[in-house]
């Protein structure tokens, strides 16, 4: 596994998770160059952006997430996170990392992905 993302659960509407990714070894000398993204897929749906952060550390973000969600990442650490604030239970879905490009193509494999369950 090249991306172990982790932090997922299950919270009420209105509450917060910070999920983390954290890339292997096998990739470390790599990492830091990527544009990284957050993904989910919902079940029954598709896998969706949720959140980009570019090498040089800019940020974008899907429009239903906009100003409840953070995405950051640590270099040094090889990781991404994603905080999120304001839960709601259409946020409920398997939330996974890979690395971002506009061709809609990706680097590395799946990882097994972090449940995260918003209840209402």
């Known amino acids: 596994v090249q991306l172990q993302a982790s932090g997922g659960g299950l919270v009420q509407a209105g509450g917060s998770l910070r999920l983390s990714c954290v890339a292997s070894?096998?990739?470390?000398?790599?990492?830091?160059?990527?544009?990284m993204g957050w993904y989910r897929q919902a079940p029954g749906k598709e896998r969706e952006l949720v959140a980009v952060?570019?090498?040089?550390?800019?940020?974008n973000y899907a429009d239903s997430v906009k100003g409840r969600f953070t995405i950051s990442r640590d270099n040094s650490r090889k990781a991404v996170y994603l905080q999120m604030r304001s839960l709601r239970p259409e946020d409920t879905g398997d939330y996974y990392c890979?690395?971002?490009?506009?061709?809609?193509?990706?680097?590395?494999?799946w990882g097994q992905g972090t449940l995260v369950t918003v209840s209402s």
């Open positions: 070894r096998s990739i470390f000398s790599v990492f830091s160059p990527k544009h």
């Open positions: 952060i570019t090498s040089g550390g800019d940020r």
């Open positions: 890979n690395t971002y490009s506009p061709l809609g193509t990706y680097d590395w494999s």
